[in-house]
């Protein structure tokens, strides 16, 4: 990951608002001055070696830190490892994400995670344990004073009111986190660099391998082969928990399979199970969010999102369930040249998947209605050759351009509203009014009915992915017969581009979209010619060019005729560079994202005396009844501040996910 000036201040401000200032102040310079020794760190930052040991325990215990100890010194040097540092910005998403896709007590047990940073399984049992018993005793303390019934407690004094109400419950979620990925393992390698990892791979490969060194190049590939393979085994040891479970037969539905009849007891990863058939996991095994896979999940929400917009809601809900298919053994959004070569990509689920039709018919609730969003079009009407044609490789990349591609872009209106107009340009006639109630985009929502026959509904679901995938944004693929995929690097790319187009709208306008989009499909153009492609005026030509000069989407290139030099010996050409501006818009969105926690952190300075006051016990959850008027006026008005400054910060984490991440 590459950490530039704005960045680094990013991650350290992230880190000084959750973990406080000793553990960002270390970050800051070990980001500033890379990698870095005990003493070191000491003269770099003015600190005691015990502040320092509290920092970079409090660093290690959040994954922020690799660290490498050398065998011949025994000493050990620490580096930032700025990607988690990051990624405790999208700590609201992850939490909404798992609890839409499982349920409230899953998202309380990976919010603990995500409090804790690793931890081992039996500490986290014991902190529940703690939990439980302290609110079961909170419960028949408040329940004191009731009567008592045959000699029993209250009902309120039996259950308490938490998301997880016994260990149990939480091995079972542990286990259901570790199936999905969301859940790693911490194993030795875990706080190495990958460039340690990589040089230490490669001189045991050559020490072992290739004693008289590489040569040739079926040499090098064989080296290449061999070093990747190392780094695969290296990075299938986070998912041993998940390997275990698979081979124990105990995942989620070989569980419901075995209760449905009556069996619980199978060979689990300790030999043990519990009464829902979860093994029980061991104690010691210590365990951490992986936010790659969470991740991949983020990018699903966003493409369903962005299927809906372009669509309709109907079909982006089957969109989904395409997604969620494919993506059960997709562990990240991007793939490692240094490991993902050959066939190591199968291995990790990393090379891409295909669902069949029969798979997501399965997966499809039942309640869905898919003729929901369909026109009524007459067989005659439809070309089946055309429809159903199949794509078994996928589009090359660099034979296509990064944004824009293939459309009209000299079309002033259908350019400006492509978005808005996409999947409205049904037939206005009166044979289609019935159907255009539910065309995709607009009555786009999901209709709830009665189960359809499977015939039917197989071929409205096949009506859905032919629509997804002849869309002018391809999301998915059909590769063979009844078989589906999504290629993620092309899809992507048509998000960022749509992601780029609407920043450009809202600063130059419609016009400076246009102009650049053009120069984006035609490359290079000379000034003179703009106006007439772009059928603009001269004069509003040159001025949104350098509109959008200074504010740094476009550029130009002065090509002088002869060496006089001179302006009327000159050509002009004006062009348009996607991942300079992408780049440039990364920046900037770091440093909106930092003067928003800046800003925060001025707010909360005025009102320290509230802030203060709110934090007593006998004032916190009872402020508006507690307080005076005055102070709690403050208190509001500053908390309306920081949900409008998060909510900011929330909006700048989507653009950069879409533009670097997904």
């Given at each position: 990951?590459?950490?530039?000036?704005?960045?680094?201040e990013?991650?350290?401000?992230?880190?000084?608002?959750?973990y406080?200032?000793?553990?960002?102040r270390?970050?800051?310079?070990?980001?500033?001055?890379?990698?870095?020794?005990?003493g070191?760190?000491g003269?770099?930052?003015?600190?005691?070696?015990r502040?320092?040991?509290?920092?970079?325990?409090?660093?290690?215990q959040q994954?922020?830190?690799?660290?490498?100890?050398?065998?011949d010194?025994?000493?050990?040097?620490?580096?930032?490892n700025?990607?988690?540092?990051?990624?405790?910005?999208?700590?609201?998403?992850?939490?909404?994400?798992v609890?839409?896709a499982h349920?409230?007590?899953?998202?309380?047990?990976?919010?603990?995670?995500?409090?804790?940073g690793?931890?081992?399984?039996?500490?986290?049992?014991?902190?529940?344990?703690?939990?439980?018993?302290?609110?079961?005793?909170?419960?028949?303390?408040a329940?004191?004073?009731?009567?008592?019934?045959?000699g029993?407690?209250?009902?309120?004094?039996?259950?308490?009111n938490?998301?997880?109400?016994?260990?149990r419950?939480?091995?079972?979620?542990i286990?259901?986190?570790?199936?999905a990925?969301?859940?790693?393992?911490?194993?030795?390698?875990t706080?190495?660099?990958?460039?340690?990892?990589?040089?230490?791979?490669?001189?045991?490969?050559?020490?072992?391998?290739?004693?008289?060194?590489?040569?040739?190049?079926?040499?090098?590939?064989?080296?290449?082969?061999?070093?990747?393979m190392?780094?695969c085994?290296?990075r299938?040891?986070?998912?041993s928990l998940?390997?275990?479970?698979?081979?124990?037969?105990?995942?989620?539905?070989?569980?419901?399979?075995?209760l449905?009849?009556?069996?619980?007891a199978?060979?689990?990863?300790?030999?043990?199970?519990?009464a829902?058939?979860?093994p029980?996991?061991?104690?010691?095994?210590?365990?951490?969010?992986n936010?790659?896979?969470?991740?991949?999940?983020?990018?699903?929400?966003?493409?369903?999102?962005?299927?809906?917009e372009?669509?309709g809601?109907?079909?982006?809900y089957v969109?989904g369930?395409?997604?969620?298919?494919?993506?059960?053994?997709?562990?990240?959004?991007?793939t490692?040249?240094?490991m993902?070569i050959?066939?190591?990509?199968?291995?990790?689920?990393?090379?891409?998947?295909?669902?069949?039709?029969?798979?997501?018919?399965?997966?499809?609730?039942?309640t869905i209605?898919?003729?929901?969003?369909?026109?009524?079009?007459?067989?005659?009407?439809i070309?089946?050759?055309?429809?159903?044609?199949?794509?078994?490789?996928?589009?090359?990349?660099n034979?296509?351009p990064?944004?824009?591609g293939?459309?009209?872009?000299?079309?002033?209106?259908?350019?400006?509203?492509d978005?808005?107009?996409?999947?409205?340009?049904?037939?206005?006639?009166?044979?289609?009014?019935?159907a255009?109630?539910?065309?995709?985009g607009?009555a786009?929502?999901?209709?709830?009915?009665?189960?359809?026959?499977k015939?039917?509904r197989?071929?409205?679901?096949?009506?859905?992915?032919y629509?997804l995938?002849?869309?002018?944004?391809?999301?998915?693929?059909?590769?063979?017969?009844?078989?589906?995929?999504?290629?993620?690097?092309?899809?992507?790319?048509?998000?960022?581009?749509?992601?780029l187009?609407?920043?450009?709208?809202?600063?130059?306008g419609?016009?400076?979209?246009?102009?650049?989009?053009?120069?984006?499909?035609?490359?290079?153009?000379?000034e003179?010619a703009?106006?007439?492609i772009?059928?603009?005026?001269?004069?509003?030509?040159q001025?949104?060019?350098?509109?959008?000069?200074?504010?740094?989407?476009?550029?130009?290139?002065e090509?002088?005729?002869?060496?006089?030099?001179?302006?009327?010996?000159?050509?002009?050409?004006?062009?348009?560079?996607?991942?300079?501006?992408?780049h440039?818009?990364?920046?900037?969105?770091?440093?909106?994202?930092?003067?928003?926690?800046?800003?925060?952190?001025v707010?909360?300075?005025?009102?320290?005396?509230?802030?203060?006051l709110?934090?007593?016990?006998?004032?916190k959850?009872r402020?508006?009844d507690?307080m005076?008027k005055?102070?709690y006026?403050?208190?509001?008005?500053?908390?309306?501040?920081?949900?409008?400054?998060?909510?900011?910060?929330?909006?700048?984490?989507?653009?950069?996910?879409?533009l670097?991440?997904?």
């Amino acid at each position: 990951m590459k950490v530039t000036k704005d960045l680094a201040e990013l991650c350290a401000l992230l880190i000084d608002e959750i973990y406080g200032e000793l553990p960002s102040r270390i970050f800051a310079v070990l980001l500033n001055r890379g990698r870095s020794s005990l003493g070191q760190l000491g003269q770099y930052t003015s600190m005691t070696p015990r502040q320092l040991r509290h920092g970079l325990a409090v660093l290690i215990q959040q994954n922020l830190l690799y660290y490498y100890i050398d065998n011949d010194t025994k000493t050990a040097t620490y580096e930032a490892n700025p990607e988690p540092a990051y990624n405790l910005i999208r700590t609201g998403k992850i939490l909404e994400m798992v609890e839409s896709a499982h349920g409230a007590p899953v998202k309380d047990v990976m919010q603990s995670l995500l409090l804790l940073g690793q931890t081992r399984v039996s500490d986290l049992k014991a902190a529940y344990e703690e939990k439980i018993k302290r609110s079961t005793e909170g419960a028949q303390h408040a329940n004191s004073d009731l009567d008592m019934v045959d000699g029993e407690a209250p009902p309120a004094a039996k259950k308490a009111n938490l998301p997880v109400k016994s260990a149990r419950q939480l091995n079972s979620i542990i286990c259901r986190l570790a199936e999905a990925e969301l859940v790693d393992v911490v194993h030795g390698l875990t706080f190495a660099s990958p460039e340690d990892i990589q040089k230490d791979v490669e001189e045991r490969v050559t020490r072992v391998k290739f004693p008289g060194g590489v040569k040739g190049g079926k040499g090098k590939t064989e080296f290449e082969e061999a070093v990747a393979m190392e780094l695969c085994k290296i990075r299938r040891e986070s998912k041993s928990l998940k390997r275990k479970l698979e081979e124990s037969g105990a995942t989620a539905a070989k569980r419901r399979k075995l209760l449905n009849g009556g069996v619980t007891a199978v060979n689990g990863v300790n030999g043990d199970h519990d009464a829902d058939g979860d093994p029980v996991l061991d104690p010691r095994q210590v365990i951490r969010v992986n936010y790659e896979k969470c991740l991949v999940e983020l990018r699903n929400r966003r493409l369903v999102q962005f299927a809906s917009e372009m669509i309709g809601d109907t079909s982006s809900y089957v969109y989904g369930v395409v997604l969620r298919q494919l993506t059960k053994k997709v562990s990240r959004c991007h793939t490692d040249p240094n490991m993902d070569i050959g066939d190591m990509g199968d291995e990790d689920g990393t090379r891409q998947p295909v669902v069949t039709t029969m798979e997501i018919l399965d997966n499809l609730p039942t309640t869905i209605d898919p003729s929901n969003g369909l026109a009524k079009v007459a067989r005659s009407r439809i070309n089946k050759l055309s429809a159903e044609a199949v794509q078994p490789n996928p589009p090359d990349p660099n034979k296509i351009p990064f944004l824009g591609g293939g459309d009209d872009e000299d079309d002033d209106e259908s350019d400006e509203s492509d978005v808005e107009m996409n999947g409205k340009h049904e037939s206005e006639d009166e044979s289609d009014k019935d159907a255009k109630s539910g065309v995709n985009g607009t009555a786009g929502k999901v209709r709830f009915a009665e189960p359809a026959r499977k015939e039917g509904r197989v071929d409205m679901l096949r009506q859905h992915l032919y629509l997804l995938a002849e869309n002018r944004i391809p999301f998915i693929r059909q590769c063979a017969n009844e078989q589906w995929t999504v290629d993620f690097t092309i899809l992507v790319q048509h998000l960022r581009e749509a992601e780029l187009d609407a920043v450009i709208e809202r600063t130059v306008g419609r016009q400076g979209l246009r102009l650049v989009r053009i120069l984006r499909k035609n490359g290079k153009l000379d000034e003179k010619a703009l106006p007439s492609i772009s059928l603009m005026k001269k004069s509003d030509v040159q001025n949104k060019m350098l509109e959008m000069e200074i504010a740094g989407f476009v550029d130009i290139q002065e090509v002088p005729r002869d060496n006089s030099r001179t302006a009327n010996r000159t050509i002009f050409l004006w062009y348009t560079d996607t991942d300079r501006c992408i780049h440039t818009l990364l920046n900037n969105t770091y440093k909106t994202a930092t003067r928003c926690l800046q800003r925060l952190s001025v707010h909360r300075r005025k009102e320290k005396d509230v802030l203060l006051l709110t934090k007593r016990t006998d004032v916190k959850g009872r402020e508006k009844d507690v307080m005076q008027k005055e102070y709690y006026d403050r208190f509001a008005k500053l908390l309306e501040v920081e949900r409008k400054l998060l909510g900011h910060m929330m909006r700048m984490d989507e653009m950069v996910a879409v533009l670097r991440d997904y």
